[in-house]
């Protein structure tokens, strides 16, 4: 089993730093932010405006950060490179704590800690074209944090089912998980047709029962048996058509990632 206090991510994630794009600035989200922030901020800042607003629900709701008449919050500076003025100014132990984690998306469990990304953020949509093998691996202290992440703490929680009825165990799921990466690593499969592989491992795994074989051995044996696809690679055409519906998805005034110049040779791998 692999230790608890293990945190991981994606190579291409590795990396990451907040490059100003201000997308999370500028969304309009509701961002409490803890007393310790609070009064720390209402401290520096002495301002006319409001700074934090109290929650109408219940008086125990934290107060959330206030935002302008366009939805972009208050300390987004974008007048100035795009930086948070409570970053630039204070450092970033006095982000609320929405704000410090994002874009991470983060799951503890027995095996450690998993630290994603969230692609509403722009700088971590554009990572999706790295070079970088995609494969899991130790997350450096600037994705984890010496302090911790927070996010979703699945410990001491029953694990995914396998079908009704049975469960998963730690090891198993653990193979499966690391299975489906290396499927999606592959070069000679499209997207689809690695889900496909995917798919069809996880319906021979899902006949397992405990025996002589253990789960994970059988994921393993899964994923060596598994059928690739017959269908043919998708044509680029559908792919563009396809990404620009998404990119005309994203709404106006956020920042869409920036347009790959190697597309036709590159798409079937991303």
Known sequence: MIDDMTAFCLDMHADYRCQHAGACCTAGWAIPAEPVVVQTVETHFRTAGR???NSTSSPDDPPIVATT???ACVFFDQKHDRLCAIHRDLGHAY????CRHFPRV???DERGTFISLSHFCPTAA???FSDRPLRRVAAPSSLSFDEGVEGLDARGVLPPLLRPGMLTDVEGYDAWEQAGIDVLARGDLS???ALDVIEDATRRVEGWRPGTETLAACVRRAFDRARVPDSA???FE???RRLTLAREAVPAGLTLPPDDPDAVSRWPSV
């Open 126 to 128: 554009a990572m999706l």
């Open 191 to 193: 997207a689809d047709q």
């Open 238 to 240: 559908d792919a563009r």
């Open 51 to 53: 700074l934090f607003i």
């Open 95 to 98: 982000l609320p704590s929405a």
């Open 69 to 71: 008449a366009s939805g």
């Open 233 to 235: 690679m998708p044509s």
């Open 106 to 108: 983060v799951l503890t």
